[in-house]
């Protein structure tokens, strides 16, 4: 009986920590900011604010010294690590980190789903999105936008184009076969945040930071965070170690293209991108730099999802209902370029 | 040796998925928006913009539909719980719910402490926060505001009050024995974000709405979190089972405090209060709210850091050096009050 009471006690007692095979083990999880800079505000009076109903009156003075432009990152490291390099998720214009996370519907996002797959994953918000924080008039001189219901449906191709909205739910007009879960739009719709059009280099100044203090790495880009790597990856070629561009809303810098030839690239495009001339337009870009990437040595691979079967994705490709699909389309180049088990 | 086998095969599956003693194993991890409302907008001129530089040029309609004052909040789940209840860790004003996460000098923050400890954990953004989002003047009618550097370090007791700071390092007051990681300041000024002084109302509003999606729960508050947390405890008193208040700036309403009688609360405090008149109003203002919870029947215990022996508290408790020690003077209450195992 000895042996066996061995094999049982150490059963046991590993037992106690195991886990599951749908729980996620991480040998660490944690979050950060990075970059940023300190800007002058002088020459403002000072004001006596209450902040605090009933509470006493304090000063606020909108002059001094300032921490502006930073980024946030939140990472995940599963105990089961696959991955050979950090994988970072860089979000789409108007929008934060929670593009990765739980979709609009409650299904799993990318965040969970490569941490699975044994990615160590970097989920961000860029400058002036979501716990970035953002800078004020005195520092930036500028306002941000605001998307209306209409706008991302009639854009990211969930509705068919403009006037496709409506808000009377029983006309709105969806891409026929959309994987879209357009029933959780409200919720969609609840992660958008407002934008600056001005801030382009503040927020890539701060990617610069956020892969100094990173990389090597996988980037993983939306949209237009797709520029945003695209131009990082020139100005850090020895540490973006591959890219994959989902729908990437114009690409880098042609003239600088070259410097990604030891940066293998996919290049991800959804359904009905042909048909929209504005995603045409942004496909076109993205096309002309992948032939500048090639002169220059590199290589780029491009996968229009609905050749290899997969069809009726939108913009938000990441939170479809065939999100999980898609991930494994990734992975797969993932693998097939050495950089997973 | 066939039972020794057995058990070893046993023990190599179970290994194959074991977790270390400084893992974190969840059961699960998502995040979600709850609350906000659509708000209207009209009679603004449509623009055209470039939304990304060189790319095709698009609408831009400040009228429509907008999704407004909705909330947004990340959990996790261990394998191994002990909490009873779901705790919502809640921040306070001008920050977001990284105030909870690793912190300024990279140590682990409560999120992870209570997490290790067993508890389901919610961390939020409050409306206008981080994540959440905000809404336009053509919404709000008002503008945020922002903090320099020297606000939070004269007010929150990092500094020796008014005056204590300076952009010279050299210069600078820092209280005597002050427990805040004074050297990771500039990353504290990263995490702050803009707020609003008039967005009270829809800040309770979506707390309500995270409270009847996730509770019964423990409300874990930090300063202007605690005066959401007390109001929003009164309209949901039979949800929100106990309440931790850690340096409430200011407390619910006195007249509504009997609505508590069911949900024991703690009211911590870290060092240098009486002597700063700004921290001893707020307690003053706490202190009165406990005062007339018991005279409804409830229980509010106090806890001043400084008469257990522990010193140099900063507002940012949860921060400071030993914010672990904090983290267990509060479970002990917790586990007293049969909250958790």
């Not at 049982?8 to 979050?31: Q, T, Y």
């Not at 006596?48 to 606020?60: A, F, W």
């Not at 001005?198 to 980037?219: G, H």
């Amino acid at each position: 009986m000895r042996p066996v009471l061995i094999g049982m006690v150490l059963l046991g007692f590993a037992a106690s920590a195991a886990a599951g095979e749908d729980d996620i083990v991480l040998r660490g999880m944690g979050s950060f900011h990075v970059g940023g800079r300190i800007a002058e505000v002088s020459g403002k009076p000072v004001r006596e604010i209450v902040r605090v109903p009933g509470g006493p009156p304090s000063k606020l003075d909108p002059n001094g010294q300032f921490m502006v432009e930073q980024m946030y990152a939140q990472y995940f490291l599963p105990k089961n690590r696959k991955g050979k390099l950090p994988l970072l998720m860089w979000h789409g214009g108007g929008l934060t980190g929670v593009t990765y996370e739980t979709t609009p519907d409650g299904r799993e996002g990318w965040l969970n789903l490569f941490l699975r797959k044994g990615w160590d994953v970097y989920v961000s918000d860029a400058v002036e999105r979501g716990r970035a924080g953002f800078a004020g008039p005195d520092v930036w001189q500028s306002e941000p936008i605001f998307l209306n219901y209409a706008d991302p449906f009639e854009r990211f191709r969930i509705g068919d184009g403009e006037g496709s909205w409506s808000s009377d739910p029983s006309k709105r007009k969806v891409l026929t076969g959309n994987q879209f879960p357009v029933e959780a739009y409200d919720n969609y719709m609840k992660q958008s945040v407002p934008r600056w059009l001005s801030t382009d280099n503040a927020i890539i100044a701060a990617y610069v930071a956020l892969v100094d203090k990173v990389c090597p790495c996988v980037l993983l880009l939306h949209s237009q965070g797709g520029i945003f790597g695209f131009k990082v990856a020139e100005q850090r070629p020895d540490k973006v170690k591959a890219i994959v561009a989902v729908e990437s809303a114009s690409a880098g810098n042609v003239a600088k293209a070259a410097a990604l030839k030891a940066t293998p690239t996919l290049m991800l495009f959804g359904d009905y991108v042909d048909q929209h001339p504005r995603w045409a337009a942004y496909k076109k870009i993205d096309l002309e730099y992948a032939a500048a990437v090639r002169a220059g040595g590199g290589t780029v691979d491009v996968i229009n999802l609905p050749d290899i079967g997969i069809k009726g994705n939108s913009h938000m490709l990441m939170q479809d209902k065939n999100n999980a699909e898609i991930a494994d389309v990734i992975q797969k180049w993932l693998v097939g370029r050495g950089l997973a088990e």
